[in-house]
Nanobody, 127 residues
Framework: QVQLVESGGGLVQAGGSLRLSCAASGLTFSSYVMGWFRQAPGKKREFVSAMTWSAGSTYYADSVKGRFTISRDNAKNTVYLKANNLKPEDTAVYYC????????????????????WGQGTQVTVSS
């Protein structure tokens, strides 16, 4: 059974930074694509970033490109999302997701491409 648990969210001032973590169990990074999504109240779930197990292939939404970085630590079975220069528009619940797939494709910008989801961690950016 694959389980994903997010952590690291919190309340920060605009311009601040957070490092979100996704602790994974029951999977091997070599056989999964990992993604980050976010959802604000009243909005659809929005793609943030995704990567292959090797981190040799990554992709970012235009809204976070240059500010957010996705990475992993295989020894800790953990995927990270480092979010810098946070803006109030970044306020949302952030979700980690996993797809049993070796390749990163455009489909991974859509939530339906993923098989497993964490419960989410709240990020609130104040102005």
């Amino acid at each position: 059974q694959v389980q994903l648990v997010e952590s690291g969210g919190g309340l920060v001032q605009a311009g601040g930074s957070l490092r979100l973590s996704c602790a994974a169990s029951g999977l091997t990074f070599s056989s999964y694509v990992m993604g980050w999504f976010r959802q604000a109240p009243g909005k659809k779930r929005e793609f943030v970033s995704a990567m292959t197990w090797s981190a040799g292939s990554t992709y970012y939404a235009d809204s976070v490109k240059g500010r957010f970085t996705i990475s992993r630590d295989n020894a800790k079975n953990t995927v990270y999302l480092k979010a810098n220069n946070l803006k109030p528009e970044d306020t949302a619940v952030y979700y980690c997701a996993a797809d049993q797939d070796y390749g990163l494709g455009y489909r991974h910008t859509h939530s339906w491409a993923y098989d497993y989801w964490g419960q989410g961690t709240q990020v609130t950016v104040s102005s």
